[in-house]
Nanobody, 121 residues
Framework: QVQLVESGGGLVQPGGSLRLSCAPSGSIFSINAMGWYRQAPGKQREWVASITSGGSTNYAGSVKGRFTISRDNAKNTVYLQMNSLKPEDTAVYYC???????????????WGQGTQVTVSS
C-alpha cells in the first residue's frame, strides 16, 4: 500500500496563497496518476484536482483558475499551489495515488493524514 504524507497547510487570510506538497513512498510515483481532495467539516470528501503521469491536469470547477496541481517525478512529489484563497476553501486536504480511466480520475484507498488549510481573516 502506498504511504502518502501531505504538508504545507496553515492559516492564511482571504486572497492569500499556500502550496501543499505530497510525497508518496515507493517507486510507483512516476507511473501513477495523483489527485488532491479536501474535506470540510460536516461535508463529504471532494475531488479538487488530479494529474496524469504525463502531466495532464484536471480541476474541479470551484478551484479552476486559482489552484494549480503539478508534479516533480525526480523529487517524487506532487504539489497543489493555491492562490486567491477563499474562506470556503477551508478544509483538510488529502493527496491520493490513483488512476485515470479516460478523462476521469479514480482514487485508490491510499490516503495520507491530510493537512489543514484554514482561510480566515
Amino acid at each position: 500500500q502506498v504511504q502518502l504524507v501531505e504538508s504545507g497547510g496553515g492559516l492564511v487570510q482571504p486572497g492569500g496563497s499556500l502550496r501543499l506538497s505530497c510525497a508518496p513512498s515507493g517507486s510507483i510515483f512516476s507511473i501513477n496518476a495523483m489527485g488532491w481532495y479536501r474535506q470540510a467539516p460536516g461535508k463529504q470528501r471532494e475531488w479538487v484536482a488530479s494529474i496524469t503521469s504525463g502531466g495532464s491536469t484536471n480541476y474541479a470547477g470551484s478551484v479552476k483558475g486559482r489552484f494549480t496541481i503539478s508534479r516533480d517525478n525526480a523529487k517524487n512529489t506532487v504539489y497543489l499551489q493555491m492562490n486567491s484563497l477563499k474562506p470556503e476553501d477551508t478544509a483538510v486536504y488529502y493527496c491520493n495515488s490513483g488512476r485515470y480511466s479516460g478523462s476521469v480520475y479514480y482514487s485508490s484507498d491510499s490516503w495520507g493524514q491530510g493537512t489543514q488549510v484554514t482561510v480566515s481573516s
